[in-house]
């Protein structure tokens, strides 16, 4: 039912198709040749089977590029090109096949030149199925992006792992076939599809290689060596893909700046990743592992990894350092290595406060810090090795200072500091090491405890130790300030004086009694005892006491008997010995010179009143020294002539038992039983009370100033001791 | 057997001796103080810094004992009227300790 108007629209059509193919020729000869021209230009566009030489054709160059011509001027090139594609696509399986084969191999015999060959055999293809050049960029495109397309879609991924393995064969040592190696993925598009992949090829030399010469390698500074490693070994490796077409070495720099700064980056990051698992034992080798610690700063410029540095080492710390088998005095060395190891890396010290603040917590909690830092500070060390270092200039402590916003030089906090942060700047270990109390004044408390037992322990007239203590008062008093260490100062001058008195009295009236008369206040307290010196000793002490008297008229001695040294001669009846013992092990032997046989309770009768346990461990020198013998269970007998059984005697004098001089926490103590008695009292009168009721009211006690949680700590010590029973926050008297 | 003593290095403390009785018991708790600054006799006024023989003490004819310095500076303001601060007599400094009580 064509209505004539749509007839004649199919006539006009027709007629145009008919003309442009006929062109002006005769009848249908233009539409013959046509026809002629279009079926030489497929044939040789068919892609062929290089495999297969009987089915490859030659072909007229002239007739083939005429009739591509005709076609043009037909303008059915486009449908030419169609066709052409179509035929490619029908043709890949070929290529597939070739794919699937050296793959095989390849999976079979791991190596890379089938991989390589396979590149090549692929250009192969490219090139046998081009069109000639004549038609045109357009189309010489079109049919690469078809081959490519095409290519990428029947890939299998064992390609990928291939591709990998072939640019790594490149890369160590540089191929001599890497050019057209480079060309022949250039040609294939492979560069830019798989640029990922060579890249990370790239990246896993670079870290294998960081790994391989950086580990535990700390002494120098890597990161130049590894820099001029790249130029050498990896950027000609680069070169090729990243810098191609480039005309001349300044034109590949600007080419390779970009990808260059990105290996860079990979690399700095590699190392900081090391470095970072590394941190704690290059903490542990400080000084020694300077360079590993140059390079960490310097990467940490590059590689934002200071967070995950934190957090690596905080672990390690509390893997490592922060149990009860490690020594007080370990973990303090690598804390304070720690702070110095972490200034050189951050100088701004925000890593360092955050790496710590566990480590001071961790300090504050153990029992004997401070011991270990006093005794650090005055230099009693067994093991030599100060926390200190000695050319370090002596800085009073510093005190956290408040921002000054005048300062010209003023720099805000570190963007990653957090709200608590605080800037101690240039400070020293020592402020630092003291800071990790709230107060200095526990420091000065041990520090006199320390000095009263090395004070104490001097026996002769030693005026080179006072004069060595007085040495370190003297630069601990810049540390602590003047005031704090005033007590000590009367310390050494009671030292200083007892020697003077000493030397007057000994001139009235020589006395074999040389003692150290102390002031009572500026001591610590010393543990009390009640000996009664007997016999002799007794005498003696009567007459000092009388001398100086007559010295010092408004002045009275009191004698502390427990401390100081005895040294002794026995004259037993077939030998002598000679000792130093301490006062209560020679008030025994004095017993022993009226009668041979004591039990132990007579012994301590003897002499005023003693701890059992503090008298069998006197009586056990002697006998030790060949000079008692424990007959029966306390039962000590004289030996006036050695026995075969007893043990030789020892050549070596008893061992001198530092004075005992109470701990400033067992002065604490001592200090709390004084209000137990109000504690008592305030329990049975109201019954069970609640702790903070306690501390309130015991606040009203005259010199109260415990704090609740130490009240806590006394009451716990006094339920262990079965006084008191707590139950659910309440206290009451245990009966 | 007998035993000889070669060598003792004993340690002791001093005490002023102020008349009063010793305190008895080794921590002598009702130990006396100045009676102006409240500091024990053995330790020192709080202008000084070294005790003992620095910081003396000065007996009165009324018995009563001071810092040597606590006292002068009380003598010295007119408010005392130079009476002792304990019993508002007189002030008169004994030539020596008085006797033991």
């Known amino acids: 039912m064509a209505t004539a108007a749509l007839r004649s629209q199919v006539a006009a059509k027709w007629h145009e198709g008919f003309s442009r193919l006929n062109r002006t020729e005769q009848g249908i000869s233009g539409l013959i040749s046509f026809s002629q021209a279009w079926n030489i230009a497929t ?81 192969e293809w490219y090139r046998a199925w081009a069109p000639i050049d004549e038609l045109g960029p357009t189309i010489r495109a079109a049919y690469t992006l078809t081959f490519q397309t095409q290519l990428f879609s029947i890939l299998p991924p064992g390609f ?74 990896i950027v000609p490796w680069m070169l090729p893909m990243y810098a191609k077409g480039a005309l001349n070495t300044e034109d590949a720099r600007g080419m390779l700046q970009n990808v260059g700064s990105r290996f860079d980056f990979h690399m700095n990051k590699t190392l900081c990743d090391l470095r970072t698992s590394e941190i704690f034992d290059i903490i542990i080798d400080f000084p020694d592992s300077m360079g590993a610690l140059q390079d960490l700063k310097e990467c940490l410029q590059r590689v934002d990894q200071r967070a995950s540095l934190v957090q690596a080492l905080r672990k390690a710390n509390r893997k490592r350092l922060l149990h009860p088998g490690a020594d007080t005095k370990l973990i303090l060395t690598q804390y304070v290595a720690t702070i110095k190891c972490l200034r050189i890396v951050d100088p701004p010290g925000v890593l360092l406060f955050k790496v710590a603040d566990p480590i001071r917590r961790y300090l504050r909690e153990r029992p004997d810090t401070i011991r270990s830092i006093v005794a650090n500070l005055v230099g009693d060390d067994d093991s030599g090795d100060s926390l200190v270092d000695e050319n370090e200039p002596i800085q009073p402590l510093q005190q956290l200072e408040t921002e000054d916003y005048n300062d010209p030089n003023w720099d805000p ?87 003077r008195i000493d030397g007057h009295v000994q001139s009235q009236k020589a006395s074999i009694v040389h003692p150290t008369i102390i002031s009572r206040h500026f001591w610590p307290s010393l543990e009390s005892s009640d000996i009664v010196m007997p016999g002799q000793f007794q005498a003696l002490q ?120 109470t701990a400033a926490q067992q002065q604490q103590a001592d200090q709390m039983r004084l209000y137990w008695k109000f504690i008592e009292g305030m329990l049975t009168n109201l019954g069970a009370l609640p702790l903070d009721r306690i501390q309130t009211m015991l606040r009203f006690a005259p010199g109260y100033d415990q704090t609740v949680e130490q009240l806590a700590g006394f009451m ?3 339920r262990r001791e079965g006084l008191v029973v707590g139950r659910d926050g309440m206290w009451k008297l245990n009966r | 057997m007998k035993v000889t ?57 009324c018995t009563h004992v001071f810092h040597m310095h606590c006292l002068l500076k009380w003598i010295g303001t007119p408010a005392s009227k130079q009476q002792c601060p304990m019993d508002r007599r007189t002030w008169v400094t004994a030539e020596r300790k008085v006797a033991t009580a």
Request: net charge negative.
């Open chain 1, 542 to 661: 009567t007459e000092y006491a009388k001398e100086f008297s007559t010295f010092k008229p408004d002045k009275k001695l009191r004698w502390l008997p427990h401390l100081g040294t005895v040294h002794l001669e026995l004259q037993l009846e077939d030998r002598t010995i000679e000792t130093d013992v301490p006062p209560l092990e020679a008030a025994f032997i004095e017993l022993f010179s009226e009668k041979n046989i004591w039990t132990m309770d007579e012994l301590i009768g003897g002499v005023g009143t003693v701890d059992r346990i503090a008298a069998l461990k006197a009586l056990l020198t002697w006998v030790d020294l060949g000079v008692l013998k424990e007959d029966e269970e306390n039962k000590f007998r004289l030996l006036e002539i050695a026995e075969e059984a007893s043990p030789p005697p020892r050549a070596a004098p008893a061992a001198v038992e530092e004075p005992t001089v």
């Open chain 1, 413 to 499: 906090e570190p963007i990653d500091a957090g709200p608590d942060f605080r800037t101690n700047k240039p400070s020293d270990v020592i402020s630092t090491l003291v800071s990790i109390y709230d107060s200095k004044d526990l420091f000065v408390k041990e520090l006199q405890v320390l000095l009263a037992q090395r004070l104490l322990a001097i026996t002769d007239d030693n005026s080179e130790k006072v004069e060595k203590e007085r040495r370190n008062i003297e630069i601990l008093k810049i540390r602590f300030g003047e005031a704090a260490l005033q007590v000590c100062e009367v310390m050494l001058k009671d030292m200083t004086d007892s020697k």
């Open chain 1, 43 to 123: 044939d040789y566009l068919h892609p062929q089977d290089i495999s297969d030489p009987t089915t490859v054709k030659k072909h007229d160059l002239t007739s083939v590029k005429v009739a591509f011509d005709m076609i043009n001027r037909s303008r059915r090139l486009p449908v030419m090109l169609e066709t052409f594609l179509d035929a490619i696509c029908n043709q890949y399986h070929l290529i597939t096949r070739d794919i699937v084969q050296y793959l095989a191999e390849y999976e079979q015999s791991a190596d890379t030149s089938v991989m390589l060959r396979l590149v090549y055999r692929l250009v």
């Open chain 1, 716 to 718: 716990d010590a006094a």
């Open chain 2, 5 to 61: 003593v070669k060598h003792w290095h004993a340690v002791a403390q001093w005490r002023w001796d102020t008349g009063a009785a010793e305190p008895e018991g080794p921590d002598a708790e009702n130990e006396d103080v100045c009676g102006i600054c409240r500091v024990p006799y053995e330790g020192c006024c709080p202008s000084c810094k070294m005790p003992g023989d620095d910081c003396p003490l000065i007996w009165g004819e």
């Open chain 1, 160 to 233: 990928v792992r291939g591709f990998k393995d072939l640019c790594a064969s490149t890369l160590v040592p540089v191929a001599q076939h890497t050019p057209e190696m480079w060309e022949a993925f250039e040609i294939l598009g492979l560069t830019d599809r798989y640029e990922g992949i060579i890249a990370s090829v790239g990246y896993e030399r670079i870290e294998a290689y960081v790994r391989e010469t950086c580990t535990a390698k700390w002494d120098k500074p890597c990161l130049e060596g590894l820099r001029g490693w790249m130029s050498v070994q």
